[in-house]
């Protein structure tokens, strides 16, 4: 069952579902919650992933900055967004996200795994401007909807991967 706002906002309440959040009545939307751009970094450098992760290689990320008027151009090309929010996901529930549709219609969209059972952190996902001309976003820019899907029971094993408690 993927959770409405009236859930969302008790688990947040009473469960700190989400916090780091910049307004809580524009976020919370009917079916998920908005997601928004604390930091965006370009990649320097190549990655390496192999099946057991004892090879794993994460490229080196530079954060870009933010103009005076906390807006940032963004050419075409593939950036890392780490997001304001905080998310604490339950053992019987994940969580997915999606492009918000504005960011689709400027030529650019998001790219994310799935938030796994027991994921706690801030949130680091795929940024693509595809538009030709780029883009540009305004700091803490909302650019992604998460929606909370409840599993049927908690699970066995929870997540414990290196990601967990990412600020």
Known sequence: MILNDKAIR????????VEGYIDLEKQLQPNG?????????????????????AERKIPFAKPMDFSSTGWISLKPGAYLVTTN????????MIALAYTRT?????GAFTAHGVWDAGFEGRSQFLLYVQNPHGIKLKKNARVAQMIFIQLGDEVEKEYQGVYKKLI
């Open 85 to 92: 929010e905080y998310v604490r996901i339950p053992k019987d």
């Open 102 to 106: 504005s960011l689709l219609r400027m």
């Open 10 to 17: 008790l688990l947040i309440r009473d469960n700190r579902l």
């Open 33 to 53: 919650f908005d997601l928004t751009m604390k930091e965006i970094m370009s990649f320097d450098g190549p990655g390496q992933l192999d099946f057991s992760n």
